[in-house]
């Protein structure tokens, strides 16, 4: 099994707003990921969570929080977003070491009025 | 900079022929290499990923390595309307990175 789920599907907010987007695998996977993607272009590495701590930030605004709080669960809480954050965001996991196989969810589709 | 270079297309081909995708990279540290198919609106579902010099088979998709020249490329053989997609080729930066450099992508249409 090669699943990785992502809730909300869709989502609308206003700038002011306070949201989270959601992913969940249970692959025993030990590394996730968040990826912004826009149209057209390929998705951008935002955080990553190997063994439950952050390893990467790719200087993503503070308005996004990342929060894994299990192997299983990746949290992104959102705060303040600007209509330039509208977006797929992907969540992904991989088994836990570098360099493996990333396999992505079905992403959440963000538009931020 | 790591960068992963493809053609972005449109790459045309007929039902029934080979498509051949291509994609160079920069980072001679670069280990393992990944092609994503992206449907319209979806989000990237993996299609092979490739270790080794030399060719790798599954079904009618062949994934080809060669690290002297930087070169991946993913052919995929009697192709389908259903292959129309956006192939995204994406390379691992070197030992202990959990970073995936991704190309831009290559727009394929399958036409019947």
Known sequence: D??????????????????SLKCEQHMGHRAMYWYKQKAKKPPELMFVYSYEKLSINESVPSRFSPECPNSSLLNLHL???????????????????AQETQYFGPGTRLLVL | QKEVE?????LSVPEGAIASLNCTYSDRGSQSFFWYRQYSGKSPELIMFIYSNG???????TAQLNKASQYVSLLIRDSQPSDSATYLCAAHSGAGSYQLTFGKGTKLSVIP
């Open chain 1, 2 to 19: 090669t699943e990785v789920t992502q809730t909300p599907k869709h989502l609308v907010m206003g700038m002011t707003n306070k949201k």
């Open chain 1, 79 to 97: 705060h303040a977003l600007q209509p330039e954050d509208s977006a797929l965001y992907l969540c992904a996991s991989s088994l836990g070491h």
């Open chain 2, 6 to 10: 493809q053609n972005s297309g449109p």
């Open chain 2, 55 to 61: 060719d790798k088979e599954d079904g009618r998709f």
